[in-house]
């Protein structure tokens, strides 16, 4: 059973940077698309970044240019670096895999919260 456990999260200023890790096990990792979900208060959860079995990246537009996704196989386990950080990306960030899609496996979440 594949299981994800993310990890980093906290409080930061606005402008500020954080990293999440999300530590997967029980799979073959690097057949795994892998993505970073989000959910603010009040909000459904959406769509921040994903990165392809290759490295391929792709990025939800608020978060181009200030959010980079990595992924080391060797280690099962995908980064969320984050910086200049926002009032606005206040909310749990989930980790999330898959092989066709990254929504098969998801972690239980790490809060980040950005005081203005």
């Known amino acids: 059973q594949v299981q994800l456990v993310e990890s980093g999260g906290g409080l930061v200023q606005a402008g500020g940077s954080l990293r999440l890790s999300c530590a997967a096990s029980?799979?073959?990792?690097?057949?795994?698309?892998m993505a970073w979900f989000r959910q603010a208060p009040g909000k459904e959860r959406e769509f921040v970044a994903a990165?392809?079995?290759?490295?391929?990246?792709h990025y939800e537009d608020s978060v181009k240019g200030r959010f980079a996704i990595s992924r080391d196989n060797a280690k099962n386990t995908i980064y969320l670096q984050m910086n200049s950080l926002k009032s606005d990306d206040t909310a749990v960030y989930y980790c999330?895999?898959?092989?066709?899609?990254?929504?098969?496996?998801w972690g239980q979440g790490t809060q980040v919260t950005v005081s203005s």
């Open positions: 999330a895999g898959g092989t066709t899609a990254p929504n098969d496996y």
């Open positions: 029980g799979g073959t990792f690097n057949t795994y698309i």
């Open positions: 990165i392809s079995r290759s490295g391929t990246t």
